[in-house]
């Protein structure tokens, strides 16, 4: 998918990472050095990150279909689009469970399950990321021209 000639996923895909890599650091320190201000600001770029990762996994989609099926290109976008659906969801239960357990944040044992998913569901989003970051540089996946 193009706008002005010019491959769309790759313009959507930075501001989702940069958001829910904020947001996951704020939310952390929030747990452990409680702060309100970290607080809001974690949660809204946590719950901004993964509203706005739609529109880059429905352009990666898209932009995904002329890669040659069975060639080392479409091994390594499996592997990128897997470990993205794997983040999202990750992400997306970190949303939920902070919303659901926000009253409930105060108990050791929560503050330890928020984090530690919030650590998974960062890990998958830079593994995912150099997957798709190896799509553009070594086989010029989403690159105009």
Do not use: C
């Amino acid at each position: 998918m193009s706008f002005l000639d010019l491959p769309l996923h790759p313009r959507l895909v930075h501001f989702p990472i940069a958001l829910l890599l904020v947001g996951s650091v704020t939310v952390v320190i929030f747990l452990w050095k409680p702060r309100p201000r970290l607080e809001n600001m974690g949660f809204i770029s946590l719950l901004l990150g993964v509203i706005l990762t739609l529109p880059a996994i429905i352009t990666g989609l898209i932009d995904r279909s002329p890669i040659e099926p069975g060639s080392p290109a479409d091994q390594i976008a499996n592997l990128h689009t897997t470990a993205m659906f794997i983040m999202w969801g990750l992400y997306g239960l970190a949303v939920y469970f902070r919303y659901m357990w926000r009253d409930q944040l105060d108990q050791p044992r929560r503050r330890w399950q928020l984090t530690l998913l919030l650590i998974l569901a960062a890990i998958a989003l830079l593994v995912a990321a150099d997957f798709g970051g190896q799509l553009v540089y070594q086989y010029g996946i989403g690159v105009s021209g």
